[in-house]
């Protein structure tokens, strides 16, 4: 972790359990591409990955959510870009194929996206992806649209032409509150 002060951080969540436990080996394919963020919400992934000095693009379509994140990436001279997109239209990610080192992707789901995410990611690169299964529709937090959430075994076969490393699906209370989760990394051939 870098020494850049954190006392104006735009955000208070902390990254995710998956994250971080892939925090070293995002760090060792950074030398391939920056890392993108999507659906980055207050940034607690972008945050932690610009302390540690490892380029990040970071996409969500709200303002709200970047313009304090840009504004805290400029103030620390971090290597942080934030890029307002609706990641839910037909013309995909806005990006070049094959850029980036690792793709993260935590707690948003559309589907029709996996194939824009599998492109942009550099050969060898990892996808990083947690969010909510069907059954979260039964806990009192989180989405309740079948539209949000996934069906059992769903996230491996939406990114069937990628290597699964690890998988993971079910009441996961590694969170701040227990959440119905499928997480998933992979990582692109060739």
């Given at each position: 972790?870098?020494?850049?002060?954190?006392?104006?951080?735009p955000?208070?969540?902390?990254?995710?359990?998956?994250?971080?436990?892939?925090?070293?080996?995002?760090?060792?394919?950074?030398?391939?591409?920056?890392?993108?963020?999507?659906?980055?919400?207050?940034?607690?992934?972008?945050?932690?990955?610009?302390?540690?000095?490892?380029?990040?693009?970071?996409?969500?379509?709200?303002?709200?959510?970047?313009?304090?994140?840009?504004?805290?990436?400029?103030?620390?001279?971090?290597?942080?870009?934030?890029?307002?997109?609706n990641?839910?239209?037909?013309?995909?990610?806005?990006?070049?194929?094959?850029?980036?080192?690792?793709?993260?992707?935590?707690?948003?789901?559309?589907?029709?996206?996996?194939?824009?995410?599998?492109?942009?990611?550099?050969?060898g690169?990892?996808?990083?992806?947690?969010?909510?299964?069907?059954?979260?529709?039964?806990?009192?937090?989180?989405?309740?649209?079948?539209?949000?959430?996934?069906?059992?075994?769903?996230?491996?076969?939406?990114?069937?032409?990628?290597?699964?490393?690890?998988?993971?699906?079910?009441?996961?209370?590694?969170?701040?509150?227990?959440?119905?989760?499928?997480?998933?990394?992979?990582?692109?051939?060739?």
């Amino acid at each position: 972790m870098s020494d850049l002060p954190t006392d104006d951080l735009p955000t208070d969540a902390d990254p995710s359990p998956l994250f971080l436990s892939q925090r070293s080996a995002i760090r060792k394919r950074s030398t391939s591409g920056p890392v993108l963020d999507v659906a980055c919400g207050g940034g607690r992934h972008a945050i932690a990955l610009a302390q540690d000095g490892i380029p990040c693009i970071a996409l969500d379509r709200k303002s709200d959510f970047l313009i304090p994140l840009a504004h805290w990436g400029r103030r620390q001279n971090a290597p942080l870009q934030c890029v307002q997109t609706n990641l839910e239209t037909p013309h995909g990610l806005p990006l070049q194929p094959g850029a980036f080192s690792t793709i993260l992707v935590f707690r948003f789901l559309h589907r029709p996206l996996a194939r824009a995410l599998m492109d942009a990611l550099a050969p060898g690169g990892y996808l990083i992806y947690e969010t909510f299964t069907q059954s979260q529709a039964d806990c009192p937090k989180g989405p309740n649209s079948k539209k949000f959430l996934l069906g059992q075994n769903e996230l491996p076969s939406l990114f069937k032409d990628l290597k699964l490393l690890e998988y993971e699906e079910g009441l996961l209370e590694d969170t701040q509150s227990p959440s119905h989760l499928a997480r998933l990394i992979a990582e692109k051939q060739g």
